[in-house]
């Protein structure tokens, strides 16, 4: 079951364009923004996302790593949010080259990716959350299925939560 459920999951985020990302602000409060990560690692290590330096996102991330990706597939009427912590990686670094769209070119003043303006940042996911009708996988009514990295395997597993009173 967690092999169908992971493959949902990453089934869910490929076919979506975009997500939001949200991390904390400085006030404390949520601040999500629209952003174009890549694709998972197929074991959901880490995500990688690509940003400029200036941004409030990384600024946010120097105070608070922890951070959510949440995205929805509107075939399928589903969606995964993936709660955990950032990093922020600045140049130079191996992901740099390997994980940089060129249409990014135009929101960056000197060359990116080789440039400082542009950063990675490492999203490493600790719970997923999954609501997928289509594909029979809701824990209950209203309530997503939640798979939590094993501390000792580093494999995601099914926790079956107590649905909402």
């Known amino acids: ?67 959510s990706l949440s995205y929805h597939d509107v075939k399928k009427k589903s969606y995964v949010v993936l709660k955990g912590e950032s990093k922020v990686i600045k140049h130079p670094s191996p992901f740099h080259s390997k994980y940089f769209k060129e249409h990014w070119k135009p929101f960056f003043e000197t060359q990116a990716p080789e440039s400082s303006e542009y950063v990675i940042i490492k999203f490493t996911p600790q719970t997923i959350e999954i609501s997928s009708p289509i594909d029979k996988i809701l824990a209950s009514l209203w309530c997503p299925v939640i798979l939590t990295r094993d501390k000792e395997t580093e494999k995601f597993q099914i926790q079956h939560p107590e649905p909402p009173k």
Do not use: C, W, Y
Request: aromatic share 10%; net charge negative.
């Open 1 to 67: 079951m967690d092999s169908f459920v992971l493959s949902v999951v990453h089934q869910i985020i490929t076919s979506s364009e975009f997500a939001f990302f949200n991390t904390i602000d400085e006030n404390g409060l949520p601040a999500s923004r629209l952003i174009e990560p890549f694709e998972p690692e197929k074991d959901f290590s880490f995500i990688i996302i690509g940003t400029h330096s200036s941004t409030r996102k990384v600024v946010e991330l120097s105070h608070n790593h922890k951070s």
